[in-house]
């Protein structure tokens, strides 16, 4: 019988912040069960396994994000949107360093929240970019970059891969000042 109030939301959100706690690569079912204080075969009663978890973990953090990003875009254009934005996306980054990883995974077609929550991050880039003029296949190839940039800078400052004697929130803006002259000078 499942622990009385232990709900599959319940247990994602508690593998979310375990995730914050011990890294994403380090979180375990056995991990989360001990967390929660239930023996492992009763956490299956909950999510299917590993995977399942990651892919629940992955909507959650995808829709966390998704929510973070719409609403540093909201009522800004151009510049001070782009610049917003990726001020979130990498607050998010920072504040939870184990769920941030989960964001890159592709959502689910059979999960539609997860689906959801994906276009709604997607969403708040193309709209950012439409201030630059840029839609279809240039939004997306602008949205891989913006996507690429960020990720690529967030993820290197997790792992402390910025050594040189340079400040660097100083360097985070030199790259999304770099990423605005590219949206701004596009060619199709």
């Not at 929660?36 to 829709?63: C, E, F, I, M």
């Not at 510049?79 to 934005?85: C, E, G, H, N």
């Amino acid at each position: 019988m499942p622990r009385a109030g232990l709900t599959p939301q319940a247990v994602v959100r508690e593998a979310a912040r375990l995730a914050d706690e011990v890294g994403y690569e380090r979180l375990t079912l056995a991990a989360l069960a001990g967390r929660l204080g239930v023996a492992l075969p009763s956490l299956y009663k909950h999510v299917k396994g590993a995977d399942a978890l990651a892919q629940r973990l992955s909507a959650l953090a995808t829709a966390e994000l998704a929510t973070e990003l719409t609403t540093a875009a909201a009522g800004r254009a151009g510049f001070d949107a782009l610049r917003a934005v990726a001020a979130a996306y990498r607050g998010y980054a920072r504040r939870h360093p184990g769920r941030y990883p989960a964001t890159q995974r592709v959502p689910d077609p059979a999960d539609p929240e997860h689906v959801a929550a994906g276009e709604r991050a997607v969403g708040a880039i193309y709209a950012i970019l439409l201030g630059y003029g840029l839609s279809g296949d240039a939004a997306v190839d602008a949205t891989r970059m913006f996507r690429s940039a960020v990720h690529g800078f967030v993820s290197l400052e997790a792992a402390g891969g910025f050594g040189l004697p340079r400040d660097i929130d100083r360097s985070f803006d030199q790259m999304v000042a770099a990423l605005d002259t590219a949206y701004r000078d596009w060619r199709s």
